[in-house]
């Protein structure tokens, strides 16, 4: 009987718990955004390479981070996860603070690992569809080249930009994502990812804190092509990946380079067709984290991977100028956010806290979205 009793203990504490759970996570939906916490489920595609099928982790019908898809936007943004806002919320991201300080409608048509061939085919096919007035292209110049190369000279539909008689490569920038052969308890953790916002809020928020500081004290030792920028006398506690920028800036690279020529290109009909629509188009240039810091990083030999810093440094410097000087050529408005970033990192933190993640926070994403409006209140005058 004592045996009976006990089982019976067990599972009415096991269903009591299992209902708390379930009535959290309702609650929670009511008073938070999926779309903030839910990871999305993403497929294959022989043009953009990946996207979302409609509706997946709280995203529109298109499979984009906004609340629905609208009749019509004053104002499209394009671009990647610096645009897409990853590691803030859906409201914390630049379209979505621009929406703000502008009053303008703002829709956003962004995507992780997205680069210019997804920026031009998603104006052809989605942006021209709402009608806007404005098209505002964000982009990173820490891997929009690679990418550029890597979809272009690795998906049949892009073969007529390749002009550099390279070999083909593999497309899959997202392979983590995307990568099916998993062992259980990551299939478990990747299900909960998709389908509780109760376990992304503690592993992306009470754990989040706890985590950061130790990655960023001890990120060298954890990932081994990080290195950390501490100046507490400064309010700065940073962690770099130089290795991998790098990779997509190298002006000695012939793939860094043809990525170049492509997204000259692309950037040149993407005006083009705007210009052709009646619609304004602006390039919004988002730097890299060590061209931010880059007043503490460079001739630092203090500082871990100083020699993968000052290439990074200096490779960046090279591409933004020739990026301006195709701009320039072409008549392509385009906003600078480097010097809004540094002279804002002065006084707050501008990126994730952690090791994990290059990406601006809420406030990085406000800078961005406050200097572009800015150059969009000059368009109205």
Same mark, same amino acid.
């Given at each position: 009987?004592?045996?009976?009793?006990?089982?019976?203990?067990?599972?009415?504490?096991?269903?009591?718990?299992?209902?708390?759970?379930?009535?959290?996570?309702?609650?929670?939906?009511?008073?938070?955004?999926?779309?903030?916490?839910?990871?999305?489920?993403?497929?294959?595609?022989?043009?953009?390479?990946?996207?979302?099928?409609?509706?997946?982790?709280?995203?529109?019908?298109?499979?984009?981070?906004?609340?629905?898809?609208?009749?019509?936007?004053?104002?499209?943004?394009?671009?990647?996860?610096?645009?897409?806002?990853?590691?803030?919320?859906?409201?914390?991201?630049?379209?979505?603070?621009?929406?703000?300080?502008?009053?303008?409608?703002?829709?956003?048509?962004?995507?992780?690992?997205?680069?210019?061939?997804?920026?031009?085919?998603?104006?052809?096919?989605?942006?021209?569809?709402?009608?806007?007035?404005?098209?505002?292209?964000?982009?990173?110049?820490?891997?929009?080249?690679?990418?550029?190369?890597?979809?272009?000279?690795?998906?049949?539909?892009?073969?007529?930009?390749?002009?550099?008689?390279?070999?083909?490569?593999?497309?899959?920038?997202?392979?983590?994502?995307?990568?099916?052969?998993?062992?259980?308890?990551?299939?478990?953790?990747?299900?909960?990812?998709?389908?509780?916002?109760?376990?992304? /809020?503690?592993?992306?928020?009470?754990? $989040?804190?706890?985590?950061? &500081?130790?990655?960023?004290?001890? #990120? !060298?030792? =954890?990932? *081994?092509?990080?290195?950390?920028?501490?100046?507490?006398?400064?309010?700065?506690?940073?962690?770099?990946?130089?290795?991998?920028?790098?990779?997509?800036?190298?002006?000695?690279?012939?793939?860094?380079?043809?990525?170049?020529?492509?997204?000259?290109?692309?950037?040149?009909?993407?005006?083009?067709?705007?210009?052709?629509?009646?619609?304004?188009?602006?390039?919004?240039?988002?730097?890299?984290?060590?061209?931010?810091?880059?007043?503490?990083?460079?001739?630092?030999?203090?500082?871990?991977?100083?020699?993968?810093?000052?290439?990074?440094?200096?490779?960046?410097?090279?591409?933004?100028?020739?990026?301006?000087?195709?701009?320039?050529?072409?008549?392509?408005?385009?906003?600078? /956010?480097?010097?809004?970033?540094?002279? $804002?990192?002065?006084?707050? &933190?501008?990126?994730?806290?952690? #090791? !994990?993640? =290059?990406? *601006?926070?809420?406030?990085?994403?406000?800078?961005?979205?406050?200097?572009?409006?800015?150059?969009?209140?000059?368009?109205?005058?």
């Amino acid at each position: 009987m004592k045996i009976k009793q006990v089982l019976i203990n067990l599972a009415i504490m096991l269903a009591s718990a299992i209902a708390g759970l379930f009535l959290c996570e309702l609650g929670s939906r009511l008073f938070l955004d999926p779309v903030d916490y839910l990871s999305p489920i993403m497929v294959r595609d022989d043009i953009l390479g990946i996207k979302l099928p409609g509706i997946s982790g709280g995203h529109d019908e298109w499979g984009f981070r906004n609340k629905k898809v609208p009749e019509a936007a004053e104002i499209v943004a394009i671009g990647d996860s610096h645009t897409y806002g990853n590691a803030a919320k859906m409201s914390e991201a630049w379209p979505h603070k621009l929406a703000e300080l502008t009053g303008k409608s703002v829709y956003s048509l962004s995507m992780g690992g997205y680069g210019p061939n997804q920026y031009y085919y998603l104006l052809k096919t989605k942006a021209l569809g709402l009608k806007p007035r404005l098209v505002i292209c964000g982009l990173y110049m820490g891997d929009d080249f690679d990418n550029a190369f890597r979809i272009t000279y690795g998906l049949n539909y892009w073969a007529f930009l390749r002009g550099a008689g390279l070999g083909n490569t593999d497309p899959d920038i997202w392979e983590k994502e995307t990568k099916t052969e998993v062992s259980w308890h990551k299939r478990i953790r990747n299900w909960l990812s998709g389908h509780s916002i109760i376990y992304k /809020l503690v592993i992306n928020g009470v754990l $989040a804190k706890i985590k950061g &500081r130790f990655q960023v004290e001890n #990120a !060298s030792k =954890i990932y *081994p092509d990080t290195t950390s920028l501490i100046l507490p006398d400064k309010n700065v506690r940073e962690v770099f990946w130089p290795k991998a920028v790098l990779r997509g800036l190298d002006q000695e690279s012939p793939s860094v380079k043809e990525g170049m020529r492509i997204t000259f290109k692309l950037l040149h009909e993407m005006n083009a067709i705007c210009a052709s629509n009646h619609i304004e188009f602006i390039v919004a240039v988002i730097p890299t984290k060590e061209s931010v810091f880059s007043r503490y990083l460079e001739h630092n030999q203090k500082v871990a991977m100083s020699d993968y810093i000052e290439k990074v440094i200096a490779n960046e410097h090279l591409a933004r100028q020739a990026c301006f000087d195709a701009m320039k050529q072409d008549n392509i408005p385009y906003v600078d /956010l480097l010097p809004a970033m540094e002279k $804002a990192s002065e006084g707050e &933190r501008l990126y994730f806290y952690g #090791a !994990s993640d =290059i990406h *601006p926070n809420k406030n990085g994403y406000r800078v961005i979205a406050e200097t572009i409006s800015k150059y969009v209140a000059t368009l109205n005058r």
